[in-house]
Structures are given as C-alpha cells and as structure tokens.
C-alpha cells in the first residue's frame, strides 16, 4: 500500500529526514516510535503534502504523491490526524465532523461515515450539538480522528494521538486504533507512548535524529539494546 523510499524532508533549508524508508502493507498497524526531536511529526506532514520541499518517493499503490497538495493526497486515500487534534473550536462536533467528508469520493457516503463514526465514539453523538470548545481533551483527540475516518481512508496517519491524555482516555483511543483497523483501515502510528505503541502495532520502526534507525516485529525492537537506550530509558 505505502512504499517510502529515500526520503529527504526540509523545513525551509534545514534538513530533517535523511533517506527514510518505510512500507505499510494493506491491513497493517505500523507504529513510529523516537525520542522527542526524532523527525516523527515531520514523517507524517511529508506523507500528507503538508512540507513543500521533499526528496524521494512516496507513493500509494504505486502513485507517487510527492509535491501533490494535501487534498490530493487525501483523494488517494490518505487522511491525516495530526499533533494536537486541531479542531474548530467554535464549530459544532457534528460539524466538524462533516468537514472531514469534503473528499469528492466521501461526500456521497457521509451519513454512513457519520453512523459509523458515531457508534466508533458514542460521545461524539451525545454532544454532537457542542462547540468542540467544549469537549475534554480525549474527547477532542476522538473528534480529530473521527473527523479523518469521514473521508473514508484506506490508509490512516495518527499523529502523537495520546499527547496530553490520561492513561485511562489513552487505553480509549489505542481501542478505537484497533477497531478501526480491524474495519480494513490500514494505519502509520507515529507515537511516544513506546509501549502501546509497540503493543497495537504488526511491525515497527525507530526513527531519531531524522533517519531510521531499526525495524522489525515490535518484539525485537522491544529487545534491542539501541530502542531501551534512545526511547526507553533503560
């Protein structure tokens, strides 16, 4: 499904991934773990159109999408929850919701999307009413994700989807990765929480100082002497 190879990224001229390669098979889980500066972040906007200057390929099912604009991107199939959630504060959840179905390929199918969103985070259908100013945190970072899943991806990027949550809200949002993974939703998980990470995950990479640095089944990376040294501490 997504093959990245040789993947230079820049913000403005300073580079901050060299020659990352990275594969997400149809129906996987990949998480992205690193220490904090790694390049994590900067892998999901070079991915989603979201950096101007990139070098190598990128591509989904053979299309290259690098330089395409993010809205084409996503018409590929690709949808993004980025660091921070970035909701519309002001707007309604529903509305914000209904944002995420813009795609062309979405627009007719978005009361299904919005059904199946809302029965993935009842939540959201309790308050759909509610500015999202008004959700806490973890009910802010569901809206996020529900928001990408109504352009109706096959390939989600999540971006840091535990930041600033309570543990308890966190086990949440890991359980709604794995259903919607179980749905058909393949998924790049580029996250800190080491462990879950490595728990939801079918295969991982580390990345630190902008280049990948191992790979493998989530359980040799849990036995490697350079991921207990670079992300946990041991």
């Not at 996250?191 to 630190?208: H, P, S």
């Amino acid at each position: 499904m997504l093959e990245v190879r040789h993947l230079d990224a820049f913000h403005g001229h300073a580079q901050a991934l060299w020659d990352v390669d990275i594969d997400v098979r149809d129906g996987e889980i990949v998480s992205v773990i690193g220490p904090n500066g790694a390049g994590k972040s900067t892998l999901v906007m070079a991915l989603a159109g979201m950096l101007r200057t990139i070098r190598g390929r990128v591509s989904v099912d053979g299309t290259d999408l690098v330089r395409l604009p993010p809205h084409q991107v996503c018409a590929h199939g690709v949808a993004v929850v980025p660091e921070g959630r970035r909701v519309f504060a002001r707007m309604s959840v529903r509305d914000n919701l209904l944002l995420g179905a813009h795609r062309r390929g979405a627009r007719p199918e978005h009361r299904e999307a919005l059904a199946r969103v809302e029965r993935l985070f009842p939540r959201l259908a309790e308050r759909s009413r509610q500015p999202a100013m008004n959700l806490s945190g973890g009910e802010q970072q569901m809206l996020a994700i529900g928001r990408a899943l109504m352009a109706r991806p096959r390939l989600l990027l999540l971006d840091e989807p535990s930041l600033g949550l309570a543990p308890i809200v966190i086990d949440e949002v890991f359980d709604a990765i794995r259903a919607i993974n179980a749905d058909g939703v393949s998924v790049l998980l580029v996250e800190q929480e080491v462990e879950r990470a490595l728990d939801v995950a079918d295969r991982a990479y580390l990345l630190a100082e902008g280049r990948v640095v191992t790979s493998g089944h989530p359980d040799s990376l849990r036995d490697s002497e350079v991921v207990r040294r670079s992300v946990l501490g041991r």
